[in-house]
């Protein structure tokens, strides 16, 4: 197997490497899939992906190596072609079950849970080519979002929004509020402000 030598310069870096690499179902040498933020930080600056992950100071044997922007441009080159869907955590949860199919063939496991198939709204064909294992078809968990609301004087309740001038102002039309995820939402809240979940849209 040819060894491929990554250069990296920051944690982050070193972190998506490792991305890439678990997600391709590669391990450390001791059979662990952990960041070891500890070994970067000891001046860990080289990845090795072989047979298992490696990791060294300097790059000992001189082996071509290729930077993290170079690499970064590879995956983005291999994966361009790959169609990701967003779902629900409860539906992904249920295709890795239908994907598993322990006991069954896979057949077998796709007829037993068609309603459930015809239910989700990327379409069968996506779904069908996604359980036999094809790499352009990729689904993942929706990022939730949440919004932010809290009882006016009239003891309603009332969400925040931006206005058209892009300044926080308030609706009683959940629908309207301002929504993104926790990280985001966070920045905006105020002890005024209580942080809910959106719900499938609602």
């Known amino acids: 197997m040819t060894e491929t030598v990554v250069h990296v ?5 070193w972190k998506s490497v490792l991305d890439v690499w678990f997600k391709q179902g590669n391990m450390w040498l001791d059979g662990g899939k952990g960041y070891s933020e500890d ?12 047979g298992r992950i490696t990791w060294s100071v ?19 080159e ?6 990701v869907y967003e779902v629900s955590q409860s539906v992904f949860d249920e295709l890795q079950r239908i994907k598993a199919h322990e006991g069954m063939s896979l057949i077998e496991a796709i007829v037993g849970h068609a309603p459930f198939i015809k239910f989700i709204e990327v379409g069968n064909k996506a779904i069908l080519r996604y359980l036999a294992d094809d790499p352009a078809i990729e689904f993942k968990v929706k990022e939730p979002l949440y919004r932010l609301w809290r009882i ?3 003891d309603d309740r009332t969400y925040m929004r931006i206005n058209g001038f892009g300044t926080p102002d308030w609706t009683p039309n959940k629908d309207e509020a301002f929504t993104a995820t926790l990280e985001e939402i966070k920045k ?12 499938h849209g609602k």
């Open 39 to 50: 070994t970067f930080e000891r001046g860990g600056r080289y990845l090795f992906l072989g």
């Open 188 to 199: 905006w809240q105020t002890p005024a402000w209580k942080v809910e979940k959106v719900q």
């Open 152 to 154: 006016d004087d009239y």
């Open 9 to 13: 310069t920051t944690l982050e870096q």
């Open 58 to 76: 300097s790059n000992p044997t001189s082996k071509p190596y290729i930077e993290y922007s170079e690499f970064m441009a590879q995956q983005k």
């Open 78 to 83: 291999d994966n361009k072609m790959a169609t």
